[in-house]
């Protein structure tokens, strides 16, 4: 193993089913853009409520991903 | 749409069940007595423990809701 | 001057027109329900876009204002 | 014992004397108007100075009760 | 109810499942070794990401429990 | 309206003018490489001063916009 | 002297009387079963309230003690 | 461009008219009795209220400064 | 009253007897170069052990005072 | 000098010689495919340990970079 | 790899050389009790002055490390 | 050893060479006004970026010194 460098973005899933799915849908959608994901840390957990109910569980987190020499 | 007000309380959920749900019984009841519920943001998830074992999920928001004429 | 106690709210103003335009409809809106008011402290500045433009300022205060006997 | 909520409010107790005695103050003003007062948790200690001396010890809490079905 | 003391123990538990699941986990492990388990606080909420997937959620806890004579 | 995923980016504006002004530029700077902006939060205020005056108001911004299959 | 290593541990204490008296009682408890005690710092102070007063001070420290050879 | 020191001061600016007017204060004070002035930080905005309207904008700077030969 | 500008200062009393005489002693201590006191804000409470016992208590403050003309 | 923004990126540096090294590693990398870097910061200092002994010192930096018209 | 529980202490090294070899001080003593060391995280760097000098380099960490069922 | 008092300043070293170093050169600069310097505590660690390189690492201190009667 060698000397290496990783890249933190941050990144807010919102789903109406629960908070790990929150989680789960931006992680996700980070993938499609961004190899070799790392880890995650979660920021903040909030919510959208309408009609007095919650309608949408939004998580933000700070993603983790190595820096390779394609990678920008 | 115009220029409006909101006001944010504190409340703590506690539930037997889970996390989402000491945050729901949280919600509904502030439902009872405040009209325009808007957000929510987590502050605080803590637990009660007896006989070794999680009995409360504890869960403290704060909640944003619409001022109107009517509201105090 | 007698001993005394001081009750905080938190509150939200939004404006089209900037952030001081905020924080004093926040506390002429707060001004009807409440006497006494005392003091404020910024906690949070945020702002919502529309087609790529600052559309609201949007400042969270903490207010302070003054417990009387037929206050609650 | 079944699942409940708590409502926070947050206050500030001024005396003459001591910390401790703000916060009885403090504590002691909430009872007059909400029931069932469970904890406190100390968020800011300050003080008034006049003539170079300490006139009054501001201790600001943030109390939680329980809500019942007639509180709102 | 005589005066007493808590001592707080940091503790992380890592879990296939669910963020509830790695909860339980770090408090059953810390029943083994201590009694007298009172309440729990969440500090941080993370993941181990393989594959582009979430293998591992990891919450940090914050674990009171009462000193009894017994106890180092 | 669907589950969605937000990005957020962080950026600082600097204006001779004012903070609000600082605020427009970092904004108006992101909407030209980021589609879809919807909302900031400031992060840090700080200045600039030369000759023992303010030369530069410098806003720290955390922007969130909207993800979708195009961007990254 | 020599350099040195240093554990710290957090500990609440209990107290109907004062909040002193709670961290007085923390800090003896802890004498009990730590050698070398060197310093302690307040991390968060509570109050558990029965019957609308004060029934107990709870102060929550971090507290430093040398790591002799004979100590884990 | 040599290795070199700066200081910090905390100061407290206080005006009717703005939050960057109080701003402007501060720094015109401080540059009154401190050389070499070079940024400022805001720690915390607040405000004054007097007859239910904002009197006094109070905003709180960190400044920092070169210290020279001649500085203490 | 007329806009004008405050100072702050960081100070840490250290006393054998209380948290109080701890506070007293520094505002004291700061009346002695400083004119104009005004109030003080509790950063900071930690204490010094000894042969297991708390020897010290150290309280540090900001302490906040008008600048006159004559003040540097 | 014209009005201007800066963009911040979050980045971890991972070496086995020092966290100098660390931080000195993150930002070369972030030199390779970002032009005018202008600062960095600090935000946390961690490490990898392995048969007890540190492996990796692992500082994460916010660095901040010019924003000039070809820069997304 | 199956599901695990980590436990967390804080630990103080102190140095009359460097930053790093105070880290290094406190990870090779709480080597000497803890088996299974995982990683640090750098809580605090203060120092200890004598004769207008640095005479110690003091960091504090917290140190994970894996329970397994041996340990407490 | 009788009660005393200390007061902290804010202090930043800027060094082409360390971390460590700049901390040196901020506690040798304050040994230059102030008796009796104590402790430091590090704030925070930033660095300057020129032709992508780090020129200056520069860190903020407090500096804690004892008030004896002729220091103000």
Same mark, same amino acid.
């Not at 890249?7 to 849908?25: C, F, H, P, V, W």
């Given at each position: ?18 908070? *790990? /799915? ?9 993938? $499609?853009?961004?190899?070799? +994901? ?11 409520? *309408? /009609? ?9 987190? $700070?993603?983790?991903?190595? +820096? ?5």
């Amino acid at each position: 193993m060698t000397d290496s460098v990783y890249k933190l973005m941050e990144i807010t899933g919102s789903s109406q089913t629960s908070m *790990e /799915d929150a989680i789960r849908l931006a992680v996700s959608r980070a993938a $499609k853009t961004v190899h070799n +994901l790392r880890w995650f840390e979660v920021l903040e957990t909030r919510g959208h409520i *309408e /009609d007095q109910q919650i309608q949408y569980w939004q998580v933000t987190l $700070k993603v983790g991903f190595t +820096l390779d020499d394609t990678t920008s």
